[in-house]
């Protein structure tokens, strides 16, 4: 049967035992390097792309994605509603009220944002009612001064349904005693789970109980969108608010959260590269090995090319050889690390219990567990680099034992 010489002694090479076992060992130690640099890039961006998902869906399906607000409230917010969610962009549109303050309950105290909603209109636009862990957004009923809030807050004051809390607001109000903060017993009705930073800060009442508290007259204080694109939020915002005509101030998730997003951008490209670095470091080992092989077979070289081998074929049978080894290390990295990917999740959690420790706290990160997003776009990126490479490093080698002068070589046989 033909078999190409070059890929014949190319294969023979890379598969004998070598007499010089340093130089198999170097070559293991570079496929394996190679290996686990291609790995470990694949995993760690899929983590990445995970938190950029997590972002999009969690804390960005909880915040507005974009809102327009009136000075001095909204009088008729329904018509407000319709003329915004005319844009083919917006998919809904719901009133609030929006407010700083802190909770006191179980002996703690916390700074919270409050939440002013109608719970029909509230389900339309916020992902809230997927996560409810306890009651319903139907308990928040106006006059009640019912609150729904966070599972972390809940541990953390230690309340459970029906218990009392007592916000207050950073506002003054003048009475016979002298002057004191404004604040209101509620009950909390809910309790909610997203798993993210939200569920320590967040709470939402009735809008009409929130207008009370926070004295806005029966206002609405704007209307929050949801939009069908995240990444236009800016301009839909500018858009519908021209539309409405008037002084409204508008805003969207860019600006509240928006750094939270740039920060893992950058962070998932940083790290990129700097892995990358690895699998740079592991293909270049590649180039000490093949000089070694060289090294070690002048005098089968210069045989060869006795017998007719011309350079070129020289070149190729250790170009061979190289690329076997970074074929071998890249697609055995890449098996690996989409198998990491895919699993990391579950073996973070398995080590959490055994180790009785977890991790990702929601008290420090905006999310408590450790995400992963398997993106084929990277696995594709990362492998090509993996191979060109390993490729790019066997050219000198290969170049070097082209050059071999035979009767050189073959003086001292």
């Given at each position: 049967m033909f078999k190409p010489l070059s890929l014949y002694v190319g294969l023979r090479y890379t598969a004998a035992k070598r007499r010089n076992h340093f130089i198999?060992?170097?070559?293991?130690?570079?496929?394996?390097?190679?290996?686990?640099?291609?790995?470990?890039?694949?995993?760690?961006?899929?983590?990445?792309n995970g938190f950029d998902r997590?972002?999009?869906?969690?804390?960005?399906?909880?915040?507005?994605?974009?809102?327009?607000?009136?000075?001095?409230?909204?009088?008729?917010?329904?018509?407000?509603?319709?003329?915004?969610?005319?844009?083919p962009q917006v998919i809904a549109a719901a009133p609030f009220i929006q407010g700083q303050g802190m909770v006191t309950g179980g002996g703690e105290v916390r700074g919270v944002m409050i939440n002013g909603v109608l719970p029909e209109e509230e389900r339309t636009v916020s992902i809230i009612e997927n996560h409810m862990e306890q009651g319903s957004l139907n308990d928040l009923r106006a006059g009640e001064f019912g609150i729904i809030i966070g599972r972390l807050m809940a541990r953390n004051l230690r309340l459970g349904i029906g218990d009392k809390i007592t916000i207050v607001l950073p506002e003054a109000t003048l009475s016979p005693a002298g002057v004191l903060p404004r604040l209101k017993r509620f009950e909390v009705k809910g309790i909610f789970s997203v798993g993210a930073e939200l569920d320590g800060s967040y709470t939402l009442v009735h809008m009409d109980d929130a207008a009370k508290l926070m004295r806005t007259g029966g206002k609405a204080q704007g209307v929050r969108l949801l939009l069908d694109d995240l990444f236009s939020a800016p301009r839909v915002a500018n858009e519908t608010a021209r539309t409405l005509g008037g002084r409204y101030y508008i805003s969207d998730w860019t600006r509240t959260h928006g750094n939270l997003f740039q920060a893992i951008q950058m962070e998932k490209t940083m790290i990129g590269l700097l892995l990358m670095f690895i699998v740079a470091v592991a293909a270049f080992n590649i180039v000490s090995t093949l000089?070694?092989?060289?090294?070690?077979?002048?005098?089968d070289i210069a045989i060869l090319r006795t017998m007719g081998a011309t350079p070129g074929r020289i070149m190729r049978i250790f170009i061979i050889q190289g690329a076997v080894i970074g074929i071998v290390g890249t697609l055995t990295g890449t098996a690996l690390g989409i198998l990491g990917a895919l699993?990391?999740?579950?073996?973070?959690?398995?080590?959490?219990?055994?180790?009785?420790q977890q991790f990702l706290s929601a008290d420090v990160y905006?999310?408590?567990?450790?995400?992963?997003?398997?993106?084929?776009?990277?696995?594709?990126v990362i492998s090509g680099s993996g191979l060109a490479l390993s490729l790019l490093a066997t050219i000198y080698p290969a170049w070097r034992a082209s050059r071999v002068d035979p009767a050189e070589a073959l003086r001292y046989e």
């Open positions: 198999s060992f170097i070559s293991l130690t570079s496929m394996i390097g190679l290996m686990l640099g291609v790995a470990v890039l694949i995993i760690v961006l899929s983590v990445m997590e972002l999009k869906q969690r804390i960005l399906g909880m915040v507005p994605h974009a809102t327009i607000q009136a000075p001095d409230g909204m009088d008729d917010w329904q018509s407000v509603d319709e003329k915004v969610t005319r844009h000089v070694m092989v060289v090294t070690d077979k002048t005098g699993n990391i999740s579950g073996i973070i959690s398995w080590i959490e219990g055994v180790l009785g905006f999310i408590s567990y450790l995400p992963s997003q398997l993106q084929w776009a990277d696995v594709i």
